[in-house]
């Protein structure tokens, strides 16, 4: 199928390769007249961006999207709005052997299989975390507009290296440059990933979402239900391998009691004592917040010798991966999970 | 949106309400002349449909499809293929109390949020669990097509009450009445149930599907990749509050040394020496066994007093909730995860 | 692809053949709460109906609907509305010569090329025109949803055997038994069609539709505009082979200051003068009736000999058609003809 | 909805206004390898350039595409194709006088309605024929790829200002500077375009697109049938008011034993001895040529005086359109059809 996001309103197209003259996407379904504020699109498109801490790859991008339409007068105006981001800093001559040594735990061999040659493997090509900056661009517009609503969405670094962040959420959280809600904690994790890197190698974690402000009602049933919705966009992140709302895997090992989220009376709502459910019940929401959590598998670039086979002569080598990589994408990931989700929550906003 | 499934070629439109006239699918895109095993079908169903054994709900249910058009002389004809299960055993009197007094846990408060008190609420209505039923119906047809070109799904209960399974996967465990494969490790999950039940409470669990023998190289980067499709399927099964493939969230605690599969070469093919990638890359299959597991919340119906609001007086109410309920949808939800699994596969295949 | 139509709100699956247990339909999208007046559709349905005029095949089906979900004390319930008609008065055996010789101008031989022989080719199987009855239920409540909101849909024959009815249209004239304005092109009309079936021939026609009282403003530019939809629907209905908007064919021999509709003020309102645009204009709807015109090919099936060639023994060979037919299907497809515009249009004013 | 066309196998994404930044298309769903010639493409774009006769408008535009992504080496590489053509030659001041004051025929006073004020109204915006030069760039890489196969998109002008062009189509007339069949009728359509322009007028025409060497049996019954799909493609292109196919309004007034096209045995392969089915029957090609005509209306821009009224004050006006525009974009509009039609066989072909 295609790298189309077909929502309810909705429909994001994302393009281009890692190497290529451009990355970008198109954003359809939006009402005409709302503003874009492309300031603060900056500052959020610069969480993700490479090159600006010790902890991701050298590799540095100015990510400045440039608008080709869609906009008018920094409103939309109802036609398609497509913003690219220019590749400037190409160094396509590291990926090439990768064709035929394929990296563990990359798409190099799955890509091979499936476009028998013809892929642009540099880079990662089409499957590179490059293009979750055209992600944040639709999800950076999104954000301004649902947080003219009083929507908020905010996402945290809930583990690293198996290091919890077990403090309790709170949405400034989101806006530190290592947004774990302890800093100890923060520290720990920090010097996880410093420990990794010296060591050639690389770290995962998990990224918290919560969104609140989320009106109840939205969603429905079945194969479009809220949570159907933000999952097949969270594995649009490359790394991703696992999604839970609420308390998901630990809901399993709950009772029925325990799990259930009484309700109650608040300010005259109704609301739920608990949110074991992380908003959301039938696949519609409950107008609690929505919060889900999603695995970010260790980046699969590391230094460290690996065991691959050549493609070619169909024999064992040895694989020894250079290059820029970060040892952990969990901090530059969370504006990305914020993007995601914010495309998730505007679409069923739209819809009504 | 719509209770459809709108996959590469596959389209699977899910109709019914739990106590309407029937529940039904319509399943479109198999190719012409694929043949259906009515009895393999129906033993198929058997291991879903309710009150068959001490554990589950006592309402029984024939769930006996009608084939109302899409095959001739047994076989699909190339026209849409519909079939429904007339619902006989209907109470309906059992649930208007819910629409005033939500189940905690339940969709019965998400649903008057977003039907405006038109929904029909008799039996969960169109969020019941049978729906499951004609979801089996598309993936027990499904899982026939698979198993002709060598695919097998196969599904089995990994935790219930928080007891894991840790026994390696066979597949014949799929076929057990209770399909655990440690049958001691089976017993004392059985025993939490009874426990629960007989204290009016309810437990959930972890089921895990191995998908074996599917060809590498289906699938796609972005939103349309392996992880995306099964998990917006998976979500669709009432209960299920997280998903994760291969290692899943323990990979988030692992280096990438540890996590990355690494390629050798077996009896002339390229594999991987593990599996932590549950056989998916970059949204695309290696070859290797698609592995997932889902997180199963207890069942929300529960015996005990529990906390609700009268959405009439907006003031709080106890809620006895009486009728009759599975403890643990656990075991009877193991078909329904092979049958979302068929789907997203089979449409992989014949998306090509 | 499939028999499923996907509109910006609306999902409708039309499944059944006409010589299998039911046709049916499943439509999605409708508001929750929304009245059904079963006895209001059924009058709309019997224009349809097979078997009620001296001018129409003698089959006679009941065509009423079974409602097996979907609604709940008259009203929809959110849920997905599936509803069948079964088919009771099947002669199979009529049609099993068609596999080796296929009809002229039927989808005989082009069913035997999509699906190598696994058609159901009894009655035409999904091909039928018998599968209009379910299009017919889905108009049929839309219409009514349509005409609560002051849209009305109605449709006339505009030419039967190149004889035209040009009076100007009158939405009364949907309600006739023979919906032609003059009664006398009415009765040249009909003098044709029995003309034609005491010669064993059958004649086509031209049906218009206008849908007055649309609010301007609704539709889209490029592939999802009001033409776009409308067309996409009308090409469902079997023998239709062109449909035009406004002045259509005729407007490309006008000149831009004859079709061009000058804008004025009625009322108020903004209107144009004249409306050669058939109330769209780049894909949105003006304000005006949405008028267009379909083209519906002779009835394929004739008693005169026709040359067709043996699949099997690939030697020509000479056909007779027997069986029963509709010498001129334009009378009964006027009712189909409203409800294709009565889905687009609801699509159109649901999505907003 | 949006401006995606969503095939069965086939994405494209068109964006851009007429005067922004630039205009563009992203196309997915193409095997990876495919080569891609851009000196035949270009070739292709130039039929369809406004400024290159005295019969069109003289702004002139490169319209030479850059390709962002989606090729590697020359060939696609199986991930999104994106492409752009800057806008340079832009006079966004003729247009400013439309957003109060709509051109009859044109889209300003709909868009008005539909974007309340915030379209792009500087040159029609997203509405503007410009629209078409993306279609022609995915078009004109489908035609290759169809070429290639020996399934040719040849269309021609067969009529303008009522000006028939009754000659036998053949494939080479599409080449010609100004295709119509007979030089002699060409000569006097081109009179009659001189004509209108020098009155401050514009015509309208016919186009006629033939598809040879399509296999048989693609396509499908209902909604998705080939004639479906080239209609919803069609009315995409601006100014087209109607298609028919094979002999289409014409088959109304005809009698079913002259429209049923008899099947013969030609070269050991069914064929049928007329074509007014145009290759089509029950939605599903014969593998006889599709044969189908779009009217196009004459150019809304004209420079005699119109009525209008202003939206400010709701008071009559009468408006002089001044600026660049086509007399009759007719010539320029046949390899926009045969674009149209190359993305819908395309899709047809991959789908398979």
Chains 1, 2, 3, 4 share one sequence.
Request: a negative charge; aromatic letters at 6%; one cysteine or more.
């Amino acid at each position: 199928m295609s790298s189309i996001y077909h929502g309810a309103v909705l429909r994001l197209s994302v393009f281009g390769q890692s190497h290529a003259e451009a990355v970008g996407m198109t954003l359809e379904g939006l009402p005409a007249g709302l503003p874009v504020d492309l300031d603060a699109l900056q500052s959020f498109l610069n969480r993700r961006a490479p090159g600006r801490s010790d902890l991701s790859t050298s590799r540095r991008e100015e990510d400045s999207p440039e608008f080709l339409c869609g906009l008018k007068d920094g409103k939309t105006c109802g036609a398609p709005l497509t913003a690219i981001i220019r590749n400037r800093n190409t160094r396509g001559g590291d990926y090439e052997q990768f064709q035929n040594l394929p990296r563990p735990g990359h798409a190099d061999y799955t890509a091979q299989l499936r476009y028998g040659g013809f892929q642009d493997f540099a880079g990662g090509g089409h499957f590179s975390g490059r293009l979750t900056a055209p992600l944040c661009i639709a999800g950076g517009i999104l954000l301004q507009m649902l947080e003219a609503q009083g929507i908020r969405v905010k996402a945290r670094i809930r583990a690293i290296a198996g290091i919890e962040d077990d403090a309790a959420f709170t949405e400034s959280v989101a806006e530190k440059d290592f947004p774990a809600v302890s800093d100890t904690v923060g520290e720990r994790m920090k010097a996880a990933i410093r420990s990794a890197r010296s060591e050639g190698d690389s770290v995962g974690g998990v990224i918290e979402c919560v969104v609140s402000g989320v009106p109840g009602g939205l969603g429905s049933p079945m194969f479009d239900g809220v949570e159907n919705r933000i999952a097949q966009l969270a594995f649009a992140v490359p790394a991703v391998k696992g999604i839970e709302f609420g308390s998901g895997f630990q809901s399993a090992g709950m009772r029925g009691s325990e799990n259930n989220d009484p309700y109650a009376i608040e300010d005259g709502h109704v609301v739920t004592c608990t949110n074991h459910a992380g908003g959301v019940l039938g696949g519609i929401t409950t107008g609690m917040p929505v919060v889900f959590r999603v695995a970010v598998k260790p980046t699969p670039s590391i230094a460290a010798p690996q065991q691959t086979v050549n493609l070619d002569t169909m024999q064992p080598e040895t694989l020894c991966v250079t290059g820029r990589h970060d040892p952990c994408i969990v901090p530059r990931a969370v504006p990305v999970v914020e993007a995601v989700a914010a495309i998730a929550v505007a679409d069923l906003i739209l819809e009504g």
